[in-house]
């Protein structure tokens, strides 16, 4: 079966600071996808990322950057220089790639970022 | 432009009653799900489809019911509504393309009383 665990639950940082969301999941597939999503107070999911299980390369877009590494099975997601802006639960979901693979989702990290 | 949409937003609805919620999409994606949004779950599968007239049961599926009659739209019904299917129902869409993602509605905010 396949898991994934955010565990934290909450965390509060003030602005500028950086601050790392982490991910760990469980899977006995091979080929698999990783993600993370967004989603702001106004309740919509925000696609952030997709890795595939065959590119551990890390990668960063603007103040968001990703870790990905099989060997401790973790998918961390790290704001560099936080804004209020950032303020969200954070979920982090975990698919298969044959055939038909629902997605099974952690139960997400809530970000609060004061000014 | 939304490719998925659903409806209603919002709907209050008593226990015992039918309750139907629509996702319509404009993707053409074959595969579609509704998941529902609790605090400290995350988001849980309740049930899919693969294709028309294709569904099956997720995680969470005891007291719902869908259907899908044509390749844009899902229904979820929740047969006998009762207080703990008080939720946020989210739809997503997706296909195994070299896009391979989920698209995901705004979400239904559903209130059992």
């Known amino acids: 079966a396949q898991k994934v665990t955010q565990a934290q639950t909450e965390i509060s940082v003030v602005e500028k600071e950086d601050v790392t969301l982490d991910c760990v999941y469980e899977?006995?597939?091979?080929?698999?996808?990783l993600f993370w999503y967004k989603q702001p107070p106004s309740g919509e999911l925000v696609f952030l990322i997709r890795?595939?299980?065959?590119?551990?390369q890390n990668e960063i877009s603007g103040r968001y950057s990703w870790n990905f590494q099989k060997s401790t099975s973790s998918f961390n997601f790290t704001i560099t220089a936080s804004q209020v802006v950032d303020s969200a639960v954070y979920f982090c979901a975990l698919s298969g790639n044959t055939g038909f693979q629902k997605l099974v989702f952690g139960t997400g990290t809530r970000l609060l970022v004061s000014p | 432009d939304a490719g998925i949409t659903q409806s209603p937003r919002h709907k209050v609805t008593e226990t015992g009653t039918p309750v139907t919620l629509r996702c319509h999409q404009t993707?053409?994606?074959?595969?579609m799900y509704w998941y529902r949004q609790d605090p400290g779950h995350g988001l849980r599968l309740i049930h899919y489809s693969y294709g028309v007239k294709d569904t099956d049961k997720g995680e969470v599926s005891d007291g719902y019911s869908v259907s899908r009659s044509k390749t844009e739209d899902f229904l979820l019904t929740l047969e006998s509504a009762t207080s703990s299917q008080t939720s946020v129902y989210f739809c997503?869409?997706?296909?195994?393309?070299?896009?391979?993602?989920?698209?995901f509605g705004s979400g239904t905010r559903l209130t059992v009383v």
């Open positions: 997503a869409i997706s296909e195994m393309d070299r896009e391979y993602g989920y698209t």
């Open positions: 993707e053409n994606h074959r595969y």
């Open positions: 890795r595939n299980s065959f590119d551990e």
């Open positions: 899977t006995r597939d091979t080929t698999y996808y």
